[in-house]
């Protein structure tokens, strides 16, 4: 086979290739929307959720609305469910296109930023601070780690970690920014910035097998995480996540990007 053939064969797997997607946290909120809109590209997407029966009441409503979609329970914090999907989605499929680290945890439980009085640094609970970082940090390592075998498999792998601009230092330490009027946080936003730190240590590991690694900061999105003060909905959140997961070959790895473009570290 000549080279001209060989890229020609290339283009047409890429062209006929059914691409799966795996969404963390994706039975409720920004994660559900990640979902609809993946599979409304034509992608198959797994829904993965802690609650079984939550995760499979968000994918029948799914496929009642023509998308193909499957519930894959997966509690990101325990390492028995994260490799137990990644052998049902192996048995299954046997490779996967996109992951999307999407399932966090703000610590604080159902309030608004402003009103998080638990993660100033100086009174904070150090076990509140480790939960957090076990979802939001420790567990896209481990679920990452477990769907690399499966990724390396695509002709076009993606990876996006779904952060927030209070990662970013630049923005949270000026004292005159959008962050100024918001109490310190020592798990939440501690904990985002980690995760933006990790997407760049990905990218530049997986940079040479065409795995494209970003972070993305949805914006102040209306969910239950702040009490439904966000001004943005569910799925104008989700587009710039979806935008990033379907980059084409030319796209950025190791970015930490927002709607309205790059976020400054």
């Known amino acids: 086979m000549n080279r001209l053939d060989n890229k020609e064969q290339v283009m047409s797997e890429e062209t006929t290739h059914q691409k799966v997607a795996l969404v963390t946290g994706a039975n409720k909120g920004i994660g559900r929307g990640v979902a609809e809109q993946l599979a409304a590209l034509g992608m198959t997407v797994l829904i993965g959720a802690r ?25 990101v914090t325990d ?6 999907a990644a052998k049902r989605i192996e048995e299954r ?75 970013s230092l630049a923005l949270t330490s000026d004292p005159d920014g959008p962050f100024a009027a918001l109490l310190p946080s020592a798990a939440y936003s501690p904990s985002k910035s980690a995760l933006t730190a990790l997407t760049v240590q990905y990218a530049n590991e997986l940079r040479k097998d065409g ?12 969910t239950e995480s702040n009490n439904h003060t966000g001004f943005l909905t569910v799925a104008q959140g989700a587009a710039v996540v979806v935008r ?7 796209g950025p790895t190791a970015g930490f990007f927002s709607e309205e473009g790059s976020v400054p570290w």
Not at 79 to 84: C, I, L, N, W
């Open 93 to 167: 499929f046997g490779y996967l296109d996109v992951l999307i680290n999407n399932a966090g945890i703000t610590g604080s439980g159902q309030v608004s930023p402003e009103d998080a009085r638990d993660q100033v640094p100086s009174s904070v609970d150090l076990d509140m601070v480790r939960a957090v970082f076990e979802t939001n940090v420790f567990g896209v390592i481990a679920v990452t780690n477990a769907m690399l075998p499966l990724l390396r498999r695509s002709p076009a792998p993606r990876v996006v970690n779904v952060s927030s601009h209070a990662a």
């Open 51 to 75: 609650d079984p029966r939550r995760g499979e009441e968000a994918a029948a409503a799914m496929r009642a609305a023509d998308c193909d979609a499957h519930a894959v329970t997966l509690d």
């Open 211 to 222: 795995v494209l690694v970003n972070a993305v900061a949805p914006g102040f999105v209306d």
């Open 244 to 250: 990033l997961a379907s980059l084409g070959s030319d």
């Open 79 to 84: 390492q028995a469910t994260v490799q137990e």
